[in-house]
């Protein structure tokens, strides 16, 4: 795989950059008057999976508005768990006696798009997608408590690209314990699994997710959908697969180097490990940003410009995070830093310097 599809565009990263702070939500026009109605929700309270139920509903409406999506799929995906759904306990509007008060909010259709989306279970969902896609006309039908329900191909796409950006958000090595297989899970016993269970786990990026996002982004280019939403940026917008067994290598292959389970004297198989991380799986930030750093260390500089610039282009792309120990403001915080000391040709020489690296105006 081609890694110089990954350039760095200032367009994209000047949006990325006006998303780092909460601020951009006062000054969404779509969002910013539904905040203080959901903040009043308790929602920063709420724990949901690596962070806070707000962390979540932001932060798939940043991967949405990144995405550039239309202001129905933003508001479905700042919104798209209000109600609970089949994998969320989380319910802070009653579908039974406040569908009244979120209609006022945002208006009927999208009222109707987030509560469509809490009733309809995701697994079967992407299982659908996965396995046998929309229907000629982009529609796709699903079986709900014995009632079947039609989802036009507008609903499809929306649903289709929101589900992209919820997994992005979310899903690290704890979900891939707790959900094994998915969307093709079994309930297994928590006194049986316990070590699965313990909250947060080892924080390993998710080993099978990505790849199934991929699918999920080719499901957009189906002939009845293409047209309906834009295409998210990742992928290349949507134009290139991920095999699951090229996804799993990249994943352990990085996480060894975050185990420092290399030679600690010389970075040279580190540098190579990462490669043959990226080389499976060119397709996420992280593993790109730790390689420009070990060029800066060898004062290789025009291969640590290439790599942390390749690693900004990704997470302009995502939005989120795909190692999640580190959120993902931080990782473009870290990134335009390695990025500018690669430019500027100065890296710190001694250890305690890299605590005072700071992005220069």
């Given amino acids: 795989m081609k890694t110089d599809l990954h350039t760095l565009s200032p367009d994209a990263l000047a949006r990325a950059i006006g998303l780092l702070d909460d601020e951009w939500l006062s000054e969404d026009g779509a969002l910013a008057p539904i905040m203080p109605v959901v903040l009043g929700r308790g929602v920063g309270q709420d724990w949901h999976k690596a962070g806070t139920f707000r962390h979540h509903l932001v932060g798939v409406?940043?991967?949405?508005?990144?995405?550039q999506q239309p202001d129905d799929a933003r508001l479905l995906g700042l919104l798209h768990s209000v109600y609970g759904n089949a994998q969320v306990d989380i319910v802070k509007f009653d579908p039974n006696a406040e569908r009244g008060r979120v209609q006022a909010m945002v208006g009927e259709e999208i009222e109707r798009l987030i509560h469509l989306y809490c009733i309809v279970p995701r697994a079967?969902?992407?299982?659908?997608?996965?396995?046998?896609?929309?229907?000629?006309?982009g529609q796709l039908t699903l079986n709900v408590d014995g009632t079947s329900i039609v989802l036009s191909a507008r609903d499809v796409a929306i649903f289709t690209v929101?589900?992209?950006?919820?997994?992005?958000?979310?899903w690290y090595s704890w979900q891939d314990d707790i959900y094994s297989?998915?969307?093709?899970?079994?309930?297994?016993?928590?006194?049986?699994?316990w070590a699965a269970g313990l909250w947060p786990g080892p924080m390993r990026p998710t080993a099978y997710r990505i790849s199934q996002i991929a699918r999920l982004g080719q499901v957009l280019q189906h002939p009845a959908l293409k047209e309906l939403v834009p295409l998210p940026t990742v992928f290349n917008h949507c134009q290139h697969a991920l095999s699951e067994s090229d996804e799993a290598a990249a994943c352990a292959l990085y996480w060894s180097?975050?185990?420092?389970?290399?030679?600690?004297?010389?970075c040279k198989t580190t540098i190579m490990t990462l490669e043959q991380a990226i080389g499976h799986n060119p397709w996420v930030a992280e593993p790109y940003l730790l390689l420009a750093q070990l060029h800066?260390?060898?004062?290789s500089y025009d291969k640590a410009q290439t790599a942390a610039a390749q690693g900004l282009h990704l997470l302009t792309c995502w939005g989120n995070s795909w190692d999640k120990r580190i959120g993902w403001d931080a990782w473009i915080s870290w990134g335009r830093i390695l990025l500018q000391s690669a430019q500027?040709?100065?890296?710190?020489?001694?250890?305690?310097?890299?605590?005072?690296v700071a992005l220069k105006s």
């Avoid at 929101?162 to 979310?170: F, G, K, L, P």
């Fill in 61 to 67: 409406a940043r991967t949405l508005t990144l995405w």
């Fill in 124 to 137: 079967p969902f992407v299982k659908a997608l996965l396995e046998s896609g929309p229907e000629s006309n």
């Fill in 162 to 170: 929101v589900t992209m950006a919820d997994i992005c958000e979310q």
């Fill in 181 to 193: 297989g998915y969307p093709n899970h079994v309930p297994r016993d928590t006194a049986v699994h």
């Fill in 257 to 266: 180097v975050i185990q420092q389970n290399q030679p600690l004297v010389s």
């Fill in 296 to 299: 800066l260390t060898e004062q």
């Fill in 344 to 356: 500027t040709r100065q890296w710190p020489e001694t250890l305690n310097k890299l605590n005072n």
